[in-house]
Structure formats: C-alpha cells, structure tokens
C-alpha cells in the first residue's frame, strides 16, 4: 500500500491517512521510496496558503475536499522504466507527505531532472526539479537532514536578500523581521550580516515573542532583537522596511500604524503565525506586496544564468550551513523519528507552536 498524510483544505488539524494500492509504472515513470524530509513551520504556510499559491495542486490526494502539504527531502529510485534514471539513485527534491511517489521524469541531464506530469506542467519549476545526489558537488550523506530542514528555505532568504539590495532597501535606514527565529527569517538574517560594513545595508532588527528572544538574541545575525510587543517602541521617523514571516494581521498593523509613511516597502513573505493571518488593505502606508520566490528566482537566472545563480546561490549556502552546524554553538538540533505517530505529533506540535526554534524535526514514514 501507498500511504499518503493529507489535511482538510478548510481546517488544517483535521487530517487523515490515505492508503492506496500502488499504481504499476507505465512507460517513461519511476517510482521513488522517500526516505527523509523536514517539517517545519515553512510546510505549515503551504497549508495556510495552499489555494492562493497552488501548494495544493503539486500532489493531489484525489478529493477535492483534501490535500497534501509538500516537503522537502530526499528519496531512492526504487522502480524505473526511464532511461537515464536508474534503481538506487538518490535524488533530492520536493515530495509528498507519503511513503513514495511516481514522476515522469523529463528533461534529464546528469545533474537532474523534472517531473513532467500533466498536472505539474503549469506549476513553477523550481518545485518540479529533483537533483542527483551523485552528481552534486555539495552533497553529503550526512548533511541531509540540514539540506532537508534549511536548503529550500534558505533559497528564500537569499533571494530575498538579493530583491531588497537590488531594490537598495527602498533607502531605508532599519530593516524589520517578523518570525525572526523562524529559519527563513535568521537565513535571511545571515545573508544580510554579510552586507556589514558595505555602504547602503540598513540596521536588521528581528522581531519575536517573549519565549524566543533569548535564542534569536544568541544567533548573532541581527543588530537588535525586539519582543512583539515592543515595536512601537522603536524610532517611528527611521525609514523602514518590513519583512512579514508571520503573516499575523495584528502585527503588521500594528507595524503600518506605529511607521505610516515612513515605512519604504512592506514585503509579505510567510505565515508562521498561520491562525492570525488577515488582509492587508486599508492599512497606512504602503500596500503590503508578496514576495514569490520562484519569480525572483526566474528573473535572477534569466540574467545570470542557471549556472551562474547556482554558484552564488551554493557559495551563500556554504557560509551559512557552517554557521548553522558550528560544534561550538549550532544553530539548529535535528530531531528525526519515523513513523506516522511521529507525523501526527510534528505537524500538530507546529500548528500548536510548540517546537522550539533549536529544533529541526526530520521524519519518515
């Protein structure tokens, strides 16, 4: 049987298994066992925002009423009836919560390949990309769980980076981080630090709850850590950027309120705080806009190139995973289990908030 973890569409704690018979492979497909992917509160804003971002469509459960939250994470062809992709390989790439998955690789090249199924056409390419670990430079056994946990959501934190120096802060003199001790929010963090000492980088101040400022403070990325409840505190005449992992509507209008006009730029990137999202219309100053990361993905490498993105997308990387597993003061504990109990209990201990920002939870099925 194939299992698949799947949630309500409407209500996210509601959840299910769905056991089916495996599908025998047809011509061009292969099947891949999914041996490790992370869960974090990244995969919990997939949920929040499945319909509006399509997180929905990449592995439908086949009732509309359902889906199935993607990860990241690698996996080992266990059946193939393609040329090009052998039993053995590893691949890493974006999965279902499930115990395996059939793709219809396209585009093969010996450093990956997509999934070309008919509902994944129409989808953003960067989540339909699955790279062999064979071929990957980079690649190490052991780093899976901290590819699996920071690499995608790192991509995010670079490219946002890269947007708000391109757009020179929108000449803002302090920079805000909503979820600061979000692993988004501190990759994010991490690439800013290395603008130190540059001309044009604004003050980084992480925003966080009370429980969290001890580890963010710790981390060493930002200038200032502040509590929620203490932003209005901050200078309301310094020109500022916000940067939204939260997504919590009482936040950011309490942010819009407290800097009005001169708040440059107000970038919605997540929704950690995924019971308290809201709308940002009729706020002061300016509209709140989505960061896509995908589109800035696309822009990047249709000016750099896929090659010339990947180098400088792998050399922040490098910095920042030796950072992150410092012997001396790590960023990150991994915690892996197996299991579907393990599954049940992650997932409702993200939605709960109760998985300490230390923690990178890996699982299995």
């Given at each position: 049987?194939t299992?698949m973890?799947?949630v309500e569409?409407?209500?996210?704690?509601?959840t299910?298994?769905l056991?089916?018979?495996?599908v025998?492979?047809?011509?061009?497909?292969?099947?891949?066992?999914?041996d490790l992917?992370?869960?974090?509160?990244?995969n919990?804003?997939?949920g929040?925002?499945?319909?509006?971002?399509?997180?929905?469509?990449?592995f439908?459960?086949g009732?509309a009423?359902?889906?199935?939250?993607p990860?990241?994470?690698?996996a080992?062809?266990?059946?193939?009836l393609?040329?090009g992709?052998?039993?053995?390989?590893?691949?890493?790439g974006?999965?279902?919560?499930?115990?395996?998955?059939v793709?219809?690789?396209v585009r093969i090249?010996?450093?990956q390949f997509?999934d070309g199924?008919?509902?994944?056409?129409?989808?953003?390419?960067?989540?339909?990309?699955?790279?062999?670990?064979s071929?990957?430079?980079?690649?190490r056994r052991?780093?899976?769980s901290?590819n699996?946990?920071?690499?995608?959501?790192?991509?995010t934190?670079?490219?946002?980076?890269?947007?708000?120096?391109?757009?020179?802060f929108?000449?803002?003199?302090?920079?805000?981080i909503?979820s600061a001790s979000?692993?988004?929010?501190y990759g994010?963090?991490?690439c800013?630090?290395?603008?130190r000492g540059?001309?044009?980088?604004?003050?980084?101040v992480?925003?966080?709850?009370?429980a969290?400022?001890?580890f963010?403070?710790?981390?060493g990325?930002?200038?200032?850590?502040?509590?929620?409840a203490?932003v209005?505190?901050?200078?309301?005449?310094?020109?500022?950027?916000?940067?939204?992992?939260s997504g919590?509507a009482?936040l950011?209008?309490?942010?819009?309120?407290?800097w009005?006009?001169?708040?440059a730029?107000?970038?919605?990137?997540?929704?950690?705080?995924?019971?308290?999202?809201?709308g940002g219309?009729g706020?002061p100053?300016?509209?709140?806009?989505?960061f896509f990361?995908?589109a800035?993905?696309?822009k990047?490498?249709?000016?750099?190139?896929?090659?010339g993105?990947g180098?400088?997308?792998a050399?922040a990387?490098?910095?920042?995973?030796?950072?992150?597993a410092?012997?001396q003061?790590?960023w990150?504990?991994v915690?892996?289990?197996?299991g579907?109990?393990a599954?049940?209990s992650?997932?409702a201990?993200?939605?709960d908030?109760r998985?300490?920002?230390?923690?990178?939870r890996?699982?299995?099925?």
């Open positions: 049987m299992t973890f799947a569409r409407g209500d996210l704690r509601r299910r298994w056991d089916t018979p495996p025998a492979l047809r011509p061009g497909e292969a099947r891949l066992r999914i992917f992370a869960l974090t509160a990244n919990v804003t997939y929040a925002f499945g319909e509006a971002m399509h997180y929905w469509d990449f439908p459960t009732d009423g359902t889906g199935c939250i990860v990241w994470g690698f080992t062809v266990s059946e193939s393609v040329e992709v052998d039993v053995g390989e590893r691949f890493y974006y999965w279902p919560m499930a115990d395996e998955i793709l219809a690789p090249a010996a450093t997509f199924a008919q509902h994944r056409r129409e989808l953003p390419s960067v989540y339909n990309r699955y790279l062999r670990c071929s990957d430079p980079t690649y052991e780093n899976e901290l699996a946990l920071l690499e995608p959501l790192f991509t934190s670079f490219l946002i980076d890269d947007f708000l120096a391109k757009s020179e929108f000449g803002a003199n302090t920079l805000l909503s979000s692993k988004t929010a994010l963090g991490f800013l630090a290395r603008r540059q001309p044009g980088p604004p003050k980084v992480g925003l966080t709850s009370p969290n400022l001890a963010t403070r710790q981390l990325c930002y200038d200032d850590v502040v509590a929620y203490d209005t505190t901050l200078p309301a005449d310094d020109r500022a950027v916000y940067v939204d992992m919590d009482m950011r209008a309490a942010v819009h309120s407290h009005r006009d001169q708040l730029y107000s970038c919605s990137v997540g929704g950690t705080h995924w019971q308290a999202l809201g219309k706020l100053g300016p509209r709140p806009v989505l990361a995908p800035q993905a696309k990047r490498i249709a000016e750099w190139g896929s090659d993105f180098q400088r997308v050399s990387w490098q910095g920042f995973i030796e950072r992150v410092n012997s003061t790590p990150l504990r915690v892996a289990a197996r579907r109990d599954v049940e992650t997932y201990a993200l939605l908030g998985v300490a920002a230390s923690e990178g890996v699982l299995a099925l």
